[in-house]
């Protein structure tokens, strides 16, 4: 079980920055695959970062250059630095969390961040 606790958004201007933090209840060290998704009014949810245990990360294209992944395994938090920010970024940023364990995947995802980006 995870328990996945986001903080971090608010308001900022287009160009700025805002950093999003995830808390987590347990060891993310022992999390294979965390990440970030974002959701707009009316579209999918969708995959913004990613990070794997080994600290590979992987990146949508429309915030390549923009948005950094990292994570703090002596503080159990994912991060995501977000710069340059645009209108188009204004969403509900959830972290989610992925255990495999014994053939089973354990998905947990927070309650969600409100990101808005003023033009």
């Known amino acids: 079980q995870v328990q996945l606790v986001e903080s971090g958004g608010g308001l900022a201007q287009a160009g700025g920055s805002l950093r999003l933090s995830c808390a987590a209840s347990?060891?993310?060290?022992?999390?294979?695959?965390m990440g970030w998704y974002r959701q707009a009014p009316g579209k999918q949810r969708e995959l913004v970062a990613l990070?794997?245990?080994?600290?590979?990360?992987n990146y949508a294209d429309s915030v390549k250059g923009r948005f950094t992944i990292s994570r703090d395994v002596t503080k159990n938090k994912l991060y995501l630095q977000m710069n340059s920010l645009k209108p188009e970024d204004k969403a509900v940023y959830y972290c989610?969390?992925?255990?495999?364990?014994?053939?089973?995947?354990?998905?947990?995802w927070g309650q969600g961040t409100q990101v808005t980006v003023s033009s």
């Open positions: 989610k969390a992925n255990l495999w364990r014994s053939g089973s995947n354990y998905v947990y």
């Open positions: 990070i794997i245990s080994g600290g590979t990360t």
């Open positions: 347990r060891s993310i060290g022992s999390i294979n695959v």
